[in-house]
Structures are given as C-alpha cells and as structure tokens.
C-alpha cells in the first residue's frame, strides 16, 4: 500500500528514525574492555527514568511478560499469597501467571473502565494480620481499558498498615509516557518494556528492583535461572551481561535514553498529557462517543479505549482503518472485544500524527455506518490543541 | 521536535522506507563485471515509466537544474532560438538559464497560475517560417503555482505546422506523479529529478533523450563536458557510467522502479489524482479558499498551491507549521511569495499523510487568525474519499 | 577507531548488511490481519533449517540461554532425572541451570577438549533400567573449546538400549553453520539462538519442539509461563505471538532465512567446513600452535580455539588484538581462561574476512613475544584455499 | 556471494556504517528555518579540512568531474591558454575536458608513474612573458598510477616568476588522505570528491574557490549555469542552495567531518602514510613486485598501482580476486590497463581491513600463476606494522 502505515496501536509505539539509526550498527564483542562504558550509560539512565537512586534497573532479553514472571520468581516463595486486582486484560494476564506459577493469589475484581480499587487493596491489607500477604501487584496503566491507576495510593494503604509485603508494579504502557517514581513511591518492582514510551522495539524487558526486593531474592526458593536478578545484577556490575545481550536493542536504548533527557522527562509527561487531552476531546466531544474509561481520574495519558455505539462492531472499523487506511488502531481485547478500539498516544508523537489517526479512525467509523460528523473529532482536538499552551517538545514558544 | 516531521513540499518528498532501506548499502566497485547488469535493470525501468522504446534514459549525478542545462547544451549551438512560455519560478528558470548561456529565447508571458499557452506557441510557430526556432520550451507542472499543462496539444501544434524543432519538456514534478508519455507525445527531451514522484533524495537528475534529439547533440557545438548525453549514452551501453555514479542512488532508483511497477503506473496516477481531489475539496470546499491554478484544467495533481485571504501573510502561516506543528509546507515563491502556501501531494503518500497535513495547516492558519472553520479540511476530504472508489494503491476492494 | 572493528568472537556473528537493512523498518501492528503471512513464512523457512516435518520451531524474544530454561522447565517435572555430559563452559551451563532448576543432574565429566561421550552415555543410560533418566543433553557444538559431537551416536544408543528418554540438544553455534537433522536423529528439542549461524543480532532464541516433547509438556508441572511452549504454539497456529515480538528480529530472521536458502543449506555446511580447514590449517601448519580440540574428529566448524604457548597469556592476546588492531577474537572461558583464543568462522564470512583475522591475530601475538613465523598463518591458509575446490557461496566456478 | 565484499578500488572507498547511518534521514525541507544550520556547519567544517580562512568551500550535486568543468567555465574566458600536465588517466581526462571546452590546451606530457614536472611547468610559464596562460592545472594525486605531486612546487614556481595564473589543483583522491593546503599554497580551485578520503558515497563534487578565482568568475564569459560559483555562493551565503540539495549526502558530510575532526587531520594523513608503507612494503618487500610509481618521491598515500610480471595479465588478477575472493582491486586504465591492479588505501582503514587486501590479492595472483611466495605480503606488512609506532586512528598506545 503506498504510504507510509499509520501505528497508533499502543505498543509497539513508532520507533524515531533517530533510534532505527542507532540501532543500524555492526554487532561487536559483548566480553570487549570497551564494553562496559555501554552498559553503564545506559543504566544510568535507566535510573533517572525510574527515578530512583538505590534501585537496580535490569534489561532482560525477552518482552515485558518475561519481567512480570522475574518479579513473581525472584522474590517469592513457591505457594505465597499474592495481593493483586483485575480490570483489564493486562492485568489479568500477571494475575493468570501469578495462578499458573503457583502462588496463591488473592485478587480483586473490578469493573473494567476503572483503576486499582484502593479501598480494596486496603481491606484485603488489613485483614492479613498474618501478614501473609508477601507482594501486592498493581497496574499502573491497563493498556487495554486506558485506564491509569494510584500507585502512591496503594503505597499509602501499605504504609497506613504497616504492612510488609513488596509492592509489584506493572508500568509497561506507562514508563516513560505518565510519571512514575520508584522509589518516592516505595516500589519494589518495576515492570516495564522497550516498545512503549522507550520508543524501541519489542524484544527487551525492562525492570527495576529494589534493595528490599533484592533481599527477598537471595531469599527466594523458588526455581529460576534465565531471569535470575542476582545473575544480573552481579554480571551488571562489572560492565557485563550473563549471556549474550542485544546489540542494536542496547543502542537504541541509549538514544531513546538520550532522546528523553533532551526533552526533559517531565516535558515527556506534560506533551503525552497534552495530546491525550487532544484526543479526548476528539472522542468525547467531537464524536459524542464514549471512552471505556469510567471516570476522568481514571483516564490514561498513552492509550485511548473507546466505546463505539451499540450495534456496531469495533473489529470492523479496525479492520478497515487498517485494509483501507493504512491506519493501526487498537483492537479490543477479551471483555471489550469488539465493543472498543484504541488509539495509542505514546512515544514519539506530535499533534499532527494524531490528527492522521482522529482523521483515519472517523473515516473508517463512517464507511462502518457509525455516524459521527464528518470533521468533527479534528475540529476538537484543534480546538483543544490551538487554545492550549504547547509543552516544549511540541514547538513550545513557536 | 518530538513525533517525526510531515514533509509537504512538493520536493523532496517523503522516501518510503522500503527505498531508505534499499539505499544502505555498502560501497561497491562501479566497473565491477556485476555492475552492468544494475545498470541495465534500471535503464530499462526507466524506459517504461518515460514510456518509450526509442528513447535514451540518463541519470546524471546533479539535481534537475542540471538536467535543463544539459538539455540545452547538447542539442543546440550558440545563439540559437527557443520558444518558451513562463508562468511560475520553475518555467521562469528554465527560460533564465537559456538565457545566461546565450541562447535567444523567445519567452511567452502568461498570468501565474495558468499553463502553457498551445494559442501562443501556436502563433510564435507559425510566424517562424525560417525555422529558427530550434527547441521549444514546455514546463509540464509548475510546481510554484500547481498548474499542469497539456504536452500533446503543444506537439500537436509542431505537427500541425510542420515545425522539427525539438520539443523540451520539464517533467520535474510530474514523472512518476501524472502522466507522462515520451513516444507517443514525440517529446525530444524530457527533464525530471530523482526527488518528486520517484521517491528518492536528490542529487540525481533524471532525463530521457529522443533519438533526434541525439542526432542534435551529434552536430552540437556548444561547450559542454559534464553533462555530455554521448558519453552517457556510450559508457551506459555498456553498463558504465563515464564517472563515478552513486551507489545508494542506484539502489534507491532500483527500488523506486519496482514500487511503481508494483502499484502499476497507471494506478499511480489514478492514485494521485485522487488524493489530489481530496486536497482541493478541502482548500476549496472546506476552508473556502481559492487555488493558485485559476481553473480546473489546469489543477496539478502532485502539488496545490493556496492562496491565503487578502491580508493575511502566507509565510506566516508556513513558519507556524514548522516550528509549531513540525509541518513543512511549501513556500510560495518569486510574485507569489506571501500570497500562497503549497502542499505537495506526489509520490509516496496516502489519505491518512494528508489529512494530518490538512488538519495542520489548518491549525496554523488558525493561530495567524485566518478564520477557516476548525476541521472544514477535514470534513471535505472524508466527504470525498468516503464516497469515491479508491484506487488500487489505497486499499481498493478493502 | 578507524576502519571496521574485525569481529570473529564465535557470536554474535557479523550480521550481513542485507539482514542489518532488512531489520531497519518500522514498527507495525502485531496483531493486523497481514501478521500471520510473516509468522508462518517464518516457521515454514526453519522447518527448513532444522530438518524437520513434523516438530515445532518456536522463536522466544530472548537469548538462547532462554531456549535452555525452555526446555527443562516444559518437558520435566521437578525433581526429574537429567543425564547430562560437560566438556566446556557452554555445556558446564547447561547443567548447572539443570542444578538451579532443581533437576536431579546426572553428568559425565569429559576433559575440555573432548566432546560428547557416547560410551558414557551408553553406560549410564544402560544403568538406568528403571528409566528414571527423563532427559539426555547433549552439546552439539562446545563454543568454549571448539568441539563438535556426535548426535546421531547418541541417537543410536538410546535407540540401541530402548530408553525413552527425550534427546534435548544445544545447538546454539552449530545450527545454520553445521548439519543438524531434527527428524533423522530423533532430536526432541533442539536449542538455537539468532546470534550465530543465523547471521542476527542476538535477542532470539530459537528452538524446535517434537510432538514427544509437546506431549511431555502436556504433563509437566513445573512451573513456567513466559516460556511456556503451548502457549506459542498454540498462538503461533493462527499466525501470532501470546506477547509482542520484535519486529525487526522477524524480519531479519526472514531475510536469514532467504539468504540461506539461496545459498544452499548444504552448500552453507560445506563452507563453513572449507573456511574451518583454512584457519586450522593456519594455527596448525602455519603457527605450529595447537588446537583446544584434541583430535579431528571434534573439530569444530563453526569456531577454533587456539592454545597459545606455555608461558604465555592469551588474554593479552585478545586484548593487543582489540585495543591495537581492531580485531575482536574470543576470549578463553573458565577452565581454559588465558589458555586459548578463539576465532569464530560462523555465519556471513569469507576467505578474505578470515585472512583479516589471521594476519590480525599473528600481530597481536608477535606483539605479545608468541615466536610464531610472520606470515605463515596466512600462507598455511592460502595454500589450503588455493588448492581446493571452493564451495557454492564462495565463488566456485569463478 | 557469502560474507562481505572487500572493496580495495581507490574510490569509492568504504563509508563507515556511521555515516551510513548518519544518511538513512528522512527527507526534509531544503528550505525550512532550521536549514542553514545544517549549511553553515558544513561549510565551517569544510574550510578546516581545505585548510583555508578566504576561500570558499562549495558542494555540487555531482561528480568531482562536475567541479573539474566548474573551474574551468567559471573563472575563464573561451579559448583561454591553459598549462597543465599528463601522466595517469585522470590527468589525462581533466586536460582532454579543457580542449573539449575549448581552452588552448598547453600540455606538458610525463612518463606514467612519474608526476607533475615542476620545470616543465616554470619553462613553460617562464616563455609566457605575455601572461597569456590563465590557468596552470595540477593533478595533486594521479589514481591511475598511484602517484602524488608537489603543489607546493608549482606554486613557488608562478611565485619566483611573478605569473598571475590561477592555480587549479584536482585533490579528488588526495584531499581528506593526504595533505592539502589552500592557503599556504596560494591554491585558487581545489577540485575534490566526496567518495575518497571523505569516505562518502559518490554524489557531491566538493570544490574550494579563493576569493581571486571568484574574483576571476565575476568577468567570466563562458557559458555556464548549474556549475556557477557565484550563485552557489551567494545562495549558500544565506544558508540555502540554488537547487534542492540531497539531504542524505548533506548529512553523511557533515558526519564525516566530524570523524575527520575526532581523529584530527594530520592524524589522518599519519594514517594514511602509515598504511601506505605497509602496503608498499607487501608489494615491493615481500610480492617482490614494482610499484607504477617510479620513484618513492611519488609514492600515493592514498593509492598504490602495482605492476605485475611481463607475461601476466592485471585484468585476470582483477576479475579472480573479484570473482573469486569477492575482492574489489582497481584495474589499470588505458595505458597501464592490463599492466597495473591497484589498491585503494584511503578513507576508513586499518591494518586488518588491508591484510585482507594484501592476502586476497596474493591468492587471486597465486591462482593466474604470478610465482609470488604465500604469505609473503602479509609478512612484510606485519613487519612494517608491527616496529613502526601506530598512528592515533590505530589504537596508538594499545
């Protein structure tokens, strides 16, 4: 098809031609003397984007999934009861895996559309006098309902109660695109990936652990080799990884390290903040739809759900923004199959792709018999984006 | 600037990937025993999009520019005649040239925003009875004013009077864009660049030489080395080129061939003037502009010209698009500089690539207060693609 | 430092240009409608690769030491019984991720330098009448030393004493440099990783599955998920991933896959074994050293350790070669640290690449006082490649 | 043909995958606000590898050719006396170009192998009492033979003489590799390219004009147009280009400067000395072979041309080092064809990449039956290497 394609899935996020061309490079010796420079550029970096001084930030060959299954083996027992919620299909996944690896998982059901139920968390909390609770896992940002929840929340109820146990946190849609802070906040794990706000491809997972968490692991029983952290962190401190690492994945890391400080890492929230504002407007205003999002204290700054009227198919116009538009949008996942599609704004993105993707989506919601007025999601946006101070990386001061 | 830059000049225009990709090669010797056979692939790639059978293609390592001089220098002798109209920056170039390099040139003026006169040319001809007018002088798009004209009507004015001067097209902006037909219009020679509908950067100038035109450049005197079409022709038939070519354009080239072969050159065109029509329903229907061209049969399908509201200042709005919006739109150039902004819409491109250029401009025809109505582009884009069969490049029969 | 860094460590391996440019694109939707064409291209082509009709080729995002863990934690339960041989570092891994996991390791210890022991093999397996042994591993190619074992000879033991169980092979440097028959010999899973013979960057691992493996995995209970083998096969039957796979690795595996199949699997192997001949020819004949592999028949195609002369440190070596010359040679692993460097002569390569390293490598130890004859490296080697016939890749017939 | 070409032609030489990827940019407007960053760094960076304060870098899009016929239509008038000497292919051409101009040609011919006659040139300016020669032509580095000249030389000869010509000097394959000097030589024109020591893809004619060669320009009469300096210069004055330039190309040099500036340049020319007498000493030492160039005064740093036995043909060394070993050596051209191969020794180099090189060449003569001994270049380069203390760009001080 000519043209380019249109990604506006949330993950993989459009990789900046910048990155494409850090990671052209020749491979080379992973054991070089030269070697560890690059290693510890790049987590020093990586501290800074986790915000945290005595955390270790790791880099795993695999996906984020790898890194939700490090946390679970790493710094539990076989059989430990884990705290967790459920309201989107990310989150049910490393609930899944919390079960088919064989803890004990206590997990809260909530409505999908809203975030991690803080009251919840809190009376589960408090009713584990035993504290047998040994980690609470909460999802920062549920890519598949846009929703972004209170991690300093549920840090809160922990500290309200005293309670030991780690605090888990999946923030693979949200590092890099919404705020988070590893240690301000007291988490222990940190879940994250390259292809989302690190503006990378799929294929390294990204994690950080805390001291506490570390201890737990020298600790742990439970088997594991591949994604040992102590592996890592041991061979890390030398410079060195324990089996051969990603040469081009390792670059382009340090570009998109380099790309977010040039920015500034709170500009980086500010302008995700912005342009989701942008589409929101497009969705609620203009289209007069719904986002599946239940509330604006839930609404996430890097993907969009939204609910197409009933009677309609979401797969549909999904399909033909991709077959007819060279247009990626989101596809609705289990519950909301069919019922929404997603717009991903994250990364390396400006206000003008996303009218491409406001624009794309409404053509194809038109061709599906959706009625939504012609022009109306762009008008919007526009009205939001031309009324609204640009943060710096969107031509600020122009 | 965060999110990538949308390029909307009419040239350079965007380079797929696919072709960035195909020019990341290492170097290789140009008078290797393999290399003739690259150059004979994109030889005879060319022929089919010039449409000829008898005519020489050339690249030249230059820009176009280059392409004009050599067109002059090798066919003509000193002091020669040439018919030629002027209309726009481009054609007046053209004509400046031959006069810088001593040719008598015989410009016929026209209204900017029009074509090629065929009355004029007609009556420039018929009053040479001598036949010292030795070339004739036509610019097929014009791009500083988004005018297309008719090539066959001014060689059916040759025929109809007998004349044998040699017919000079500029088809910079419209090879590979709009139709093009080298045989069949009898064009002498015919000027383009790599930059435009052929998808790739500049720095080649590509042309294409009747056989007439050759027996000219047989009995040329004027001074010229560089950009000799005999020497050309020679090293080329034997798959060498007289000086080092570039090797990234070659394989760029290559691959432009086959993109254009892929989609079928004649579903390029019907590609580009659909998108063509989207864009002037949201100038003219939508914001309620007028178009630089003055009427519809003179519409350019791979670029428009914009004629923004008395008053206000078109390269205002052009630099609020760059530094604000990370849009580049065209300049308007020469008398209609501040008059016009331009948006080229050739080569590589699709309806989700331009409706962010329409909405852009929009925005930045906004913030410098010209009072368009927010997503009118938009909405006459959607209203015409979703209601017109797209052509086989754009998701026909999705 | 100037001019291209030399790399021969045995992986990564020089990823060609063709792959390099194949995987600079951009990112796209993992889920679209178009995905499943590039999925099953991609297991159809290693089908090819690992001989087989009937397992399962499954890629992991993660290194090949992934595809090890893959292995044991799929298709054996807790506590289960391993037999296991270790001559090098790579096997020595293997076997204590065995240990790790929590598997009851049964090993043969052979002196480095050797490879797998079919009579120790035969011995314990024949010992083990009540089949408690539920795995054999087997390292077909030992990186650390340059060894080469007999898989088929192990294949015919268990077939010889009727024990059932699973033949798990490492593969990891061979697969794609040296033959391998998935079907022939029986294997149940072969382990591989993209850095080596495939010719990519590292970051997948690679693996093949038979049906009696994927039985097995049907009644394990250990605990996995990430690499849990169902899950992709199951979600890699309808041409998609159970969790966002690179792109530019699919890609570039595809190219690889191309790339191996013009030349010829077979035609790959015969290469591999050609250019082997001339660098032990060079290390034997020219530099009078001795091989890390005790006798032909473990010699390696696919990588070369050399012993440097008593007294003297590889290590320095290795380091002069880098710092100095630009040339990247392996390094000597545990046991043998300081003993041997190595030259990998896997994937992309040719005569006159290895002719760079051997030069390269004979200055460095000149440099380091090793007393070997300038020049008689690359003389040893030319006297070898000039007077045999030369394989299909490597311009046989010219 | 399996692993990687080795390209050994005197140009195009090798481009560093860092320029490489510096050029895989998307596209962008030539005439943004932004622009003339890109323009003015460049042409700072330029005058720094010219070594000038006065004169005035410019790039063409086109072949150092192009800047050959630049000189001469730029700052001369029709039929103007030209001095100028032959002794290599490309001496020849830039001579054979002027006469097809139409300058009166004074030509001092030179045995091949030997360079610019430094009293050929002060007998013939010293019986120009009339001053009618305008233009003294120097090729400082003949490719074809391997040859360098004193600039310097001739400069000091129209300086004792008091003739005002202009000083045209063709640095194609010096200019980057072997010291050049615009100032301190009085230089006018230096012709160059950017496909040798700039280690860029051909493409950009890269030209140095002194402010009395523009000087000249203003009352020149010849006919020119795209070669024009003044309108380069004034254009470039205000950060932009007369015609769209090639972006990749403008940002590939800009890389390259920078390369040249991180290594510095006299740093380079040690480089490329210190390579060059490795390469020597395999012809002369160890091949027991001559050198075209007949005396170490002309010794090329950047190009040797080595003369095989009588009796053997270069052109099949050529062809089997190419066919054979995937080996690019530079063939001998017009008088020296069949007689001489050549090797390119400029741009991004280092002792591996040549030892390449030298042993393929070695094994391509081996195969036609030149009697050299194996081994022995590569051992008489390790000899020169290896006592002789490396320059910066080679790991000095490893």
């Known amino acids: 098809m000519a043209g380019h394609n249109f990604l506006f899935v949330p993950g993989p996020s459009n990789v900046p031609n910048r990155i494409l061309r850090a990671m052209a490079v020749p491979m080379e010796d992973h054991r070089s003397v030269k070697f560890p420079a690059l ?3 790049i987590l020093a970096g990586l501290k800074r984007v986790f915000k945290t001084e005595s955390a270790a930030p790791i880099v795993f060959p695999s996906s984020g999934t790898g890194c939700w299954e490090a946390a679970l083996t790493n710094c539990l027992n076989p059989g ?3 705290l967790a919620s459920r309201f989107g299909q990310f989150s049910h996944l490393w609930c899944d895996m919390g079960r088919r690896l064989g803890f004990d998982m206590n997990i809260i059901e909530v409505e999908w559309g809203e975030g991690a139920p803080v009251e919840g968390y809190r009376s589960a909390l ?4 035993q504290h047998q609770i040994k980690a609470v896992l909460v999802c920062q940002n549920e890519t598949a ?4 929840s209170d991690i300093l929340a549920i840090r809160q109820v922990l500290e309200d109660l005293g309670h030991p146990a780690l605090l888990f946190v999946d923030s693979v849609s949200a590092l890099g695109s919404i705020d988070f802070r590893m240690d301000e906040w007291k988490v222990d794990i940190c879940v994250a990936g390259s292809q989302k706000g690190l503006m990378l491809p799929a294929g390294m997972g990204i994690t950080c652990v805390s001291q506490k ?3 737990a ?5 439970h088997p594991r080799c591949y994604f040992d952290y102590l592996d890592m962190v041991k061979s890390n401190g030398t410079g060195y990884f324990p089996y051969t690492p990603s040469i081009p994945m390792l670059y382009g890391l340090r570009e998109a390290l380099v790309m977010l400080e040039e920015e500034g890492l709170e500009n980086v929230f500010a302008r995700h903040h912005y342009l989701a504002e942008g589409v929101r407007a497009a969705v609620t205003q203009g289209w007069k739809l719904s986002l599946c999002a239940k509330a604006p204290q839930w609404y996430s700054d890097s993907v969009s759900a939204i609910v197409v009227p009933a009677g309609f198919n979401a ?3 999904i399909e033909r923004a991709y077959r007819r538009y060279n247009l990626a949008l989101g596809a609705g996942l289990s519950k909301v199959a069919g019922k929404v599609f997603r717009i991903g704004h994250l990364g390396d993105l400006n206000e003008v792709m996303l009218m491409g993707a406001i624009a794309g989506a409404e053509m194809a919601m038109l061709d599906c018999g959706i009625p939504v007025t012609p022009g109306s999601g762009v008008a919007a946006a526009t009205q939001f984006w031309c009324t609204h101070e640009a943060p710096v990386g969107l031509g600020a001061g122009a």
Do not use: C, F, P
Not at 126 to 129: E, L, R, S
Not at 217 to 221: D, H, I, L, T
């Open 145 to 148: 309902t846009g929703v972004t």
């Open 213 to 215: 968490a570390l201890q």
């Open 315 to 317: 797969a549909e116009v």
């Open 217 to 221: 692991a020298q600790n742990s029983r």
């Open 80 to 82: 430990d009861q884990i």
């Open 39 to 41: 290693t510890q550029e």
């Open 126 to 129: 408090a009713a584990d006098v």
